[in-house]
């Protein structure tokens, strides 16, 4: 029998699924039905029980109530290894790669798991191949610690491809693609919905699914809203579908602004001076990168993936060392004095991947404030949880109670959390590292308000590192572009052409 279907073929419903976490109903009698030749869009805001579908279908989450059928069949997933059986196949928003190994290691791994076996040269060939589908070149000898988040996000997309899934499960891997490597991997996509195979995009970017999906599902408080066919598309709408009938004039982070309390508001400035430093490999991957930043200036820090910006948030936070060059925050040299001294200097991080860098998936969100503050400031339990409790409402974090683990939180919440804890304890300096990657538009156009507002009225300097243009023309009084690990050009936002940064960032 061959492995995919003709067009309209119904290859996997799922009934009445509900799923719940302590405190929290993440899905409440959620059904679906997934056609060959197909890319399903589901959209929700943070928290609308999104990826917890996706997890339950790839095997990692089982349901309370509800079931699957695959072709007809009901059958039980009980792990990610029965839904390869299956051919289904799960693309986390979290890479889920070996640091320490090569990228033909990973690819050659998973095959092997699921019962593929195959020489590594072989092996190394078809990533090769892969890779220049899709339109993201990437060493296939490199180690995974080398590479960025997105590059990362396409090595499992490669993993993918290659065990020739019939249901593909996409959790937002879309979202810091260059726009040239955006469309090549829509066009894969599509691709693959030629053959007969089935994709499920999960995503909150509206713009997203509208454009490439055939049909859309809106999720809402783990809840199915309507699923809608394309000629039914209207981006209005389906935000109205997402966010209820006032979406627009919401602001989420509104009530947390006024609550800030910067109780230091001495000069705040970060410089860094000709520095350089190394990939794990020893090679150069900053070079001779000079910056300035003023207190209460934003400068924002663009370039396409793999240009130096993880590395660069990296240096100023304390956790990659300066192999030459100074980095001076307040007129305090903090170069190679690690991040404990740079934390205590006032410099706050929200980054990309916060269960990589900022929290412990494993602590409560009390537990992670606390990390958050210690040396600092002591706080008595009571305090902090109340404080947690505070935060947990004024951010909209989806978690029954400052006891709630992190690492049950969804994506965005988890992210929701990270920001919240930096805005409210950050005192001279903020370093933000991609931080939309799991956020929905919504929160995102208020956190980058929150942002200008902050930095204006606390005098706080800020970083603002991303691979998308449009979000650091949106929050930056300053612009400098990387390229290649060298600061290629700064520019005041008034005084730069977006065509000038496009140029300079691929050069």
């Given at each position: 029998m061959s492995m995919f279907f003709p067009p309209g073929r119904l290859i996997l419903r799922v009934v009445g699924l509900t799923k719940r976490f302590p405190g929290v109903l993440a899905l409440d009698r959620v059904s679906l039905e997934l056609y060959s030749s197909e890319i399903h869009s589901i959209l929700g805001e943070n928290g609308s029980g999104k990826s917890t579908l996706a997890k339950i279908i790839a095997g990692i989450y089982t349901p309370d109530e509800g079931y699957i059928e695959i072709l007809g069949k009901s059958v039980k997933l009980l792990n990610p290894i029965d839904a390869v059986s299956y051919g289904i196949y799960y693309i986390p928003q979290t890479p889920n790669l070996i640091e320490r190994l090569t990228v033909v290691e990973n690819v050659l791994m998973v095959m092997r798991s699921y019962g593929v076996f195959a020489r590594?040269?072989?092996i190394r060939d078809l990533v090769v191949e892969e890779f220049r589908r899709i339109g993201s070149p990437v060493d296939p000898e490199a180690r995974v610690s080398e590479l960025s988040y997105t590059q990362r996000q396409v090595v499992e997309l490669v993993r993918a491809s290659l065990l020739r899934v019939r249901v593909l499960l996409v959790d937002e891997v879309t979202t810091y693609l260059p726009t040239s490597i955006r469309e090549r991997f829509y066009g894969y996509l599509r691709k693959m919905k030629s053959e007969g195979r089935t994709v499920l995009l999960i995503t909150h970017k509206v713009s997203e699914a509208v454009d490439v999906a055939d049909?859309?599902?809106?999720?809402?408080?783990?809840?199915?809203?309507?699923?809608?066919?394309?000629?039914?598309?209207?981006?209005d709408?389906?935000?109205?579908?997402?966010f209820g009938e006032d979406y627009s004039a919401s602001e989420l982070l509104k009530n947390a602004l006024s609550s800030i309390s910067i109780t230091e508001n001495r000069r705040a400035v970060v410089k860094l001076d000709r520095v350089w430093t190394a990939s794990e490999n020893g090679g150069p991957v900053l070079k001779d990168v000079e910056l300035s930043v003023k207190p209460g200036e934003v400068l924002g820090i663009v370039g396409i993936s793999g240009s130096g910006?993880?590395?660069?948030?990296?240096?100023?936070?304390?956790?990659r060392p300066v192999k030459s060059g100074r980095y001076y925050v307040d007129g305090l040299d903090v170069t190679n004095r690690g991040p404990e001294v740079i934390r205590a200097a006032g410099v706050g991080f929200i980054s990309e991947a916060p269960l990589y860098y900022n929290l412990s998936g494993d602590l409560s969100l009390v537990e992670n404030l606390a990390l958050a503050i210690r040396g600092r400031l002591f706080l008595p339990l009571k305090l902090l949880t109340s404080k947690t409790r505070e935060l947990i409402e004024k951010y909209g974090i989806a978690a029954a109670s400052p006891k709630t683990p992190v690492k049950v939180l969804s994506g965005g919440n988890v992210m929701r959390f990270a920001i919240a804890r930096e805005l409210e304890f950050?005192?001279?300096v903020l370093v933000v590292l991609n931080p939309s990657r799991s956020l929905d538009e919504r929160f995102v156009s208020s956190f980058t308000s929150a942002i200008r507002k902050l930095s204006q009225s606390s005098n706080l300097s800020v970083i603002y590192i991303s691979e998308s243009l449009d979000e650091v023309l949106r929050v930056s009084d300053s612009i400098a572009v990387i390229s290649g690990g060298r600061i290629v050009g700064t520019f005041t936002r008034e005084s730069v052409e977006r065509e000038v940064l496009e140029k300079l960032m691929v050069m």
């Open positions: 590594t040269s072989s049909r859309v599902t809106v999720l809402r408080s783990g809840r199915v809203v309507r699923t809608l066919e394309r000629a039914e598309f209207d981006v709408y389906v935000r109205r579908l997402m910006q993880r590395e660069l948030a990296e240096v100023l936070v304390g956790l950050a005192k001279k």
